[in-house]
């Protein structure tokens, strides 16, 4: 019997997508990438020009994008992925539809390119299967649904006060958040759920896990198409972590799991909790990386607003088997879904790089045989700072500055992100901290001026 080779599968893949674009009508493909920052770009082609960008042959300047190569060196080729062809549903009609692809960069000669978000994933992938593991993950992605202005700007108004698990007429973006769904199921997502969340004006959709590739391309479009569907309705979708002071943030939980082959590596049903050594060598790399990957998982100067005591927020060091107030749990499903949810990310972040670093540091802590500390089975919240000290409880860092340390201090994940994306990340948002750090805000003026 005849195994199909990876140039069989190229050229089917290949074929499946011209195929599918004559079948659709599809009139224009856009070729998206995202910057180190997690900026979604993109590329439109003509449809005739398919297969010339399928050969890898489009071309773009480099030098122009957020993070990528100087001036005098910057041509670079898009590298389209079969497998991320997707049809945006909402262009129809006379302009004809729309397709799209998900891109790696390469410099001129087809050579990988070392700043290249998801080729950096696609790095730790590679690491993890030479290890026997396939990386699996699956996000929960918050976001406010906000007013707009007559001139179209945002606002942080709402006339949603609704809270968790509301209906309607409470919860007054639900008929947003629906065409939401039916969007992205047209785009091929999976959806497990969608709710309102705990702030007034909050939402949450839910989908399924993949292998961390699909999962990083598919958060990229998430935000992609809900803040486009969200426009339709006069609205505006921000992924801001925490846009209002004094409710609730949003975060993104990330569900990670390893698989052999097609098992769980994390479940192990001879043991109490049901929990594999690897599985709890993972953790403890997590924790031991925490401090150094959050720059990455939480990229701006406003996540830091979000990780704060309060508001269930997952700041404090320490995992359990069920409690939520931990940077890490355990939840209970077992067996396939045997899993580990990491608490801290926000859905600001570059999805490629912060599954890297998170997926790394796991690899990192099932390579060393880390030991796990107990698990914390009480409410953090509830411990005083003597608490948390006797039983060694740590905090993520308080602000990007002190975050953007630990990241420098932490050799995994510097080397993770190569040194071309953790040289010009750090140089970008200590810019960003600085213009922050030198500005006068509001709460200033108002505690100070009259006073002093």
């Not at 043991?271 to 790399?285: M, N, V």
Request: glycine share 8%; with cysteine.
């Amino acid at each position: 019997m005849h195994k199909m080779s990876n140039d069989d599968t190229g050229r089917t893949q290949r074929d499946n997508v011209m195929r599918r674009c004559e079948d659709e009508g599809i009139r224009f493909i856009k070729l998206q990438f995202t910057d180190i920052l997690g900026a979604v770009k993109n590329v439109t082609i003509p449809v005739e020009q398919l297969p010339k960008a399928l050969d890898g042959d489009i071309s773009f300047d480099g030098g122009s994008i957020e993070g990528f190569v100087r001036i005098e060196e910057s041509d670079m080729l898009l590298q389209p992925d079969p497998h991320s062809f997707a049809i945006f549903p909402w262009q129809r009609g006379d302009r004809g539809r729309t397709g799209r692809l998900m891109c790696n960069i390469t410099w001129p000669d087809k050579e990988p390119f070392e700043g290249c978000p998801r080729t950096i994933l696609q790095e730790v992938m590679s690491r993890a299967g030479r290890s026997g593991f396939g990386l699996h993950a699956g996000p929960e992605p918050e976001f406010f649904l906000f007013l707009r202005q007559d001139d179209g700007s945002p606002t942080l108004s709402s006339h949603d006060e609704a809270g968790y698990f509301d209906m309607p007429p409470l919860d007054r973006g639900e008929a947003a958040r629906e065409d939401m769904v039916r969007a992205l199921i047209d785009m091929d997502f999976e959806i497990e759920a969608s709710h309102h969340e705990a702030a007034p004006a909050q939402h949450e959709i839910d989908f399924k896990y993949a292998d961390a590739l699909t999962t990083a391309d598919q958060i990229a479009t998430f935000r992609f198409v809900v803040r486009t569907v969200a426009l339709q309705h006069n609205l505006h979708a921000t992924f801001m972590p925490k846009p209002k002071h004094g409710i609730a943030g949003s975060g993104m939980h990330v569900h990670m799991s390893l698989f052999r082959e097609n098992d769980n590596a994390f479940y192990e049903p001879k043991d109490p909790d049901g929990l594999s050594d690897a599985c709890r060598h993972f953790i403890a790399g997590l924790l031991d990386h925490c401090r150094g990957f959050t720059a990455i998982t939480n990229p701006l100067v406003n996540s830091y607003k979000r990780l704060v005591s309060g508001f269930e927020a997952p700041v404090h060091i320490a995992w359990s088997m069920g409690n939520r107030s931990p940077l890490i749990r355990v939840p209970a499903r077992r067996g396939e879904g045997t899993r580990v949810e990491l608490r801290s990310p926000d859905p600001a972040c570059n999805p490629y790089l912060a599954l890297a670093v998170t997926f790394a540091a796991g690899l990192d802590g099932i390579e060393r045989q880390l030991p796990l500390p107990e698990p914390i089975n009480e409410n953090v919240y509830r411990m005083d700072v003597q608490d948390r000290a006797d039983r060694n409880i740590g905090a993520l860092p308080k602000s990007l500055n002190q975050a953007l340390e630990h990241m420098q201090r932490d050799e995994l994940v510097m080397n993770t992100l190569t040194s071309h994306v953790s040289n010009r990340f750090v140089d970008a948002k200590k810019i960003e901290w600085e213009e922050y750090r030198c500005q006068v805000h509001e709460w200033e003026v108002q505690r100070y001026l009259g006073t002093y």
